[in-house]
């Protein structure tokens, strides 16, 4: 019995291959991708909790300006661009009171200043210590306290992000204490370049003479101290100066923010 040999199957229309992606939309994912990736980078480094550190540097170091990152100087490009915009909606200039005192007084024995070991020390014999503002009030009043100390002055100055101050005192007839300082403010933490210095002059030879001299580089939440001493050089009485800084970032309303 002879079959019949069956038709060969219709081929049905063949779909058309996968288009490629559009060039555009490739075009539109890359800025996008781009843009979440800065923003995630910004809020995870505005998030994390601000680390206090303190780095003892050189006077010369202190004095010289510092170039801004190439991020910051992108982000103020940026900043020109926009600003006819932006201005209507740029926040008010982060403030904030920095306070400073300086102490004369002689060597003391290890211990009797109740500090405990120096956050850092250079090669020069400056000490500094880090600590919160408490720890630094109760350090002023024990350090005050003792009968061979001699408080020169306590100044306490409103200071802009960014913008430094300068401050000279005479506290005798041929003595000049000279003070720097440079604030950068950031959320939740402030960072300050200072110099110190005190000079003496001998009006007979009319020659000039360092005595102290102390520059640092730290980073503070929002409320923090530091306490700086020359342990090498004394002035002309034999003392020894202490610098004790306390620093308080201001809110919008001009009033110090919690710690």
């Not at 600590?131 to 408080?151: E, F």
């Not at 005595?211 to 020894?240: E, M």
Request: hydrophobic share 45%; glycine share 6%.
């Amino acid at each position: 019995m002879s079959t019949r040999p069956e038709p060969p199957p219709r081929s049905g229309p063949t779909s058309p291959p996968p288009r490629p992606a559009s060039r555009g939309r490739l075009l539109l994912a890359v800025p996008a991708l781009g843009i979440l990736f800065l923003i995630a980078v910004i809020w995870l480094s505005s998030s994390r909790a601000p680390v206090q550190s303190i780095v003892l540097i050189s006077p010369a170091e202190a004095a010289r300006p510092v170039p801004p990152r190439p991020f910051a100087q992108f982000r103020y490009k940026i900043r020109q661009f926009i600003y006819p915009v932006w201005r209507h909606f740029q926040r008010p200039v982060r403030l904030a009171i920095v306070s400073t005192t300086i102490l004369a007084m002689p060597p003391l024995p290890n211990g009797q200043t109740g500090l405990g070991t120096p956050s850092v020390t250079n090669a020069d014999g400056v000490c500094a210590w880090i600590i919160s503002t408490a720890a630094l009030d109760a350090a002023s009043a024990r350090l005050k306290a003792m009968p061979v100390c001699k408080p020169l002055f306590s100044p306490s100055d409103l200071m802009a992000n960014g913008v430094p101050m300068y401050r000279g005192f005479g506290f005798a007839s041929n003595a000049n204490i000279y003070l720097n300082v440079m604030p950068r403010m950031k959320a939740g933490s402030l960072s300050l370049v200072i110099s110190a210095f005190e000079v003496t002059h001998d009006p007979a030879s009319h020659l000039a003479t360092t005595n102290f001299a102390a520059a640092f580089k730290a980073t503070l939440p929002s409320h923090g101290g530091v306490i700086v001493c020359d342990q090498n050089r004394t002035n002309a009485d034999g003392q020894l100066y202490w610098l004790l800084l306390s620093a308080a970032t201001l809110d919008a309303h001009g009033k110090p923010t919690a710690p």
